[in-house]
């Protein structure tokens, strides 16, 4: 009976949100809340699972109590990745001693970006080890060979024990170490298969404590849920110090790359890349990328221009009104916050007075953008009634305002940067709230004021 006890498995649940266990399941997380995000998990103690774990620590095997104003910088210094778009997304480039994810859905590029950066890095001298833990030696060449970067002189590795990349990249001392993919990769005393909530989370743990005791950038590659999340528990996204998200569908040639956390730099800012059959190629102005030229007005097309970090990015709003075949109206949009286009329908409804409840509405940003900016509530609510009244707007005109539950046109912050861009891509109107203290005429572009969305559509009719 000992022998049979001490062999038995022991079960706990681990929360998926914060990384907490519990010995019994229940249906919300006691530590953060989360609900139905607790899941099985295996624990197989063993003595030698817990030999020398607690030494694990970050800035050199002796630590000393000094005062901030004493602690050196001179030596954090970013790193060029010699990608102007991938770089402004990093803050600047990569910080030394960083941990870096890069999440995404398969065949987005995420190896495509990692392999040709460090194949850039690597000609100009910095020295770099690329870890494949799906892929083999040859695939990779192939890959390489595709991308026009089979000539380079990047170090690779094909290896999933993480015992065996430790001790190679302490041998190499890479100044860049990129694990492709995370969920691959394991270490052999602990119990589990690689990609299972407690290896990701102890390989995570001791990549963060190589990166940061030896000042060796090291990037992630990790693969997302259908909800596309980063898989495994959120701690994950907690112990690294960058988070990047592709963003975009997989079989339209541009992608965006987001930054949903930095612990060195803004959070707020976008990159744009166009995948071609050399691999992933920076938009300098992706603008003209999101806008189409040549193109007749037709109705239920406005442009907008959204605020991403210091970018000021404009973009095309489409809908598409049409009588509805059904008992209930479809609404269906992309890119936009469905919630957010029944409101903008309400009030125009209620205050605009389109008569569109019997009517199916389709709502979209041109180019596979996806936008949250409530200062594009304006254009999409002129998009729906230009195509429902049949009236078009010109391609050189602009609409930016956020619409209250009052029907009032709200100002948005950095109105006169949104405009000064929508001026250099060639804008001659712009449809802007009231409140803005802006003159009749600006660098050439007229200013149309509005107080309300009544105002709005007024102005509108007034083109028929």
Same mark, same amino acid.
């Given at each position: 009976m000992g022998t049979a006890s001490k062999n038995k498995k022991e079960?706990?649940?681990?929360?998926?949100?914060?990384?907490?266990?519990?010995?019994?399941?229940?249906?919300?997380?006691?530590?953060?809340?989360?609900?139905?995000?607790?899941?099985e998990h295996v624990v197989e103690p063993s003595p030698d699972v817990h030999v020398g774990r607690g030494g694990r620590g970050l800035g050199g095997p002796v630590h000393k109590v000094v005062a901030l104003r004493d602690v050196a910088t001179e030596d954090t210094r970013r790193l060029s990745t010699a990608n102007a778009e991938f770089d402004r997304v990093l803050g600047g480039g990569l910080a030394p001693g960083s941990l870096v994810l890069i999440g995404g859905d398969p065949g987005i590029g995420k190896s495509t970006l990692v392999l040709t950066t460090l194949a850039t890095?690597?000609?100009a001298g910095v020295k770099s080890l690329y870890v494949s833990g799906e892929e083999s030696a040859c695939q990779v060449k192939l890959r390489s060979e595709r991308l026009n970067v089979s000539g380079s002189d990047m170090l690779l590795l094909c290896e999933t024990s993480l015992e065996k990349i430790i001790e190679q990249a302490k041998e190499i001392k890479p100044q860049v170490l990129v694990i492709d993919s995370i969920q691959t990769v394991y270490k052999g005393d602990l119990p589990g298969t690689p990609g299972s909530p407690g290896q990701l989370r102890e390989c995570t743990l001791d990549l963060m404590v190589f990166a940061k005791n030896t000042?060796?950038? *090291? %990037?992630?590659?990790?693969?997302?849920?259908? #909800?596309g999340q980063i898989a495994g528990p959120r701690i994950l996204e907690h112990m690294v110090d960058t988070v990047v998200y592709f963003e975009g569908d997989r079989n339209h040639q541009y992608?965006?790359?987001? *930054? %949903?956390?930095?612990?060195?730099?803004?959070? #707020?800012?976008?990159?744009?890349f166009e995948m071609t059959s050399h691999g992933l190629v920076s938009v300098p102005n992706p603008s003209k990328v999101f806008l189409q030229e040549n193109i007749p007005p037709t109705p239920g097309s406005v442009v907008c221009c959204t605020l991403e970090g210091s970018?000021?990015?404009?973009?095309?709003?489409?809908?598409?009104?049409n009588q509805t075949g059904f008992a209930v109206p479809q609404r269906v949009a992309a890119g936009i916050d469905p919630k957010r286009l029944t409101i903008i329908l309400a009030l125009l409804e209620k205050f605009g007075g389109v008569a569109i409840g019997a009517s199916d509405v389709f709502a979209s940003i041109a180019g596979g953008m996806k936008v949250?900016?409530?200062s594009s509530d304006l254009a999409l609510a002129l998009a729906i009634a230009s195509n429902h009244l049949g009236i078009p707007l010109g391609r050189q005109t602009i609409a930016v305002g956020e619409l209250g539950l009052s029907g009032e046109v709200r100002s948005?912050?950095?109105?006169?940067?949104?405009?000064?861009?929508?001026?250099?891509l060639g804008m001659v109107e712009a449809v802007v709230p009231a409140s803005g203290k802006l003159p009749e005429v600006l660098d050439g572009m007229k200013i149309v004021r509005v107080h309300s969305l009544s105002e709005a559509v007024s102005w509108l009719m007034d083109k028929k």
């Open positions: 079960i706990e649940y681990l929360c998926a949100d914060c990384g907490n266990t519990t010995p019994k399941w229940v249906g919300k997380c006691p530590f953060c809340g989360a609900w139905n995000t607790l899941k890095m690597t000609a000042g060796c950038i *090291t %990037i992630l590659i990790g693969h997302v849920t259908k #909800d992608r965006l790359l987001r *930054t %949903i956390k930095n612990r060195f730099g803004a959070t #707020d800012e976008i990159g744009v970018r000021a990015l404009l973009f095309e709003t489409q809908a598409l009104v949250t900016d409530a948005v912050s950095l109105l006169d940067q949104r405009l000064k861009e929508a001026r250099r």
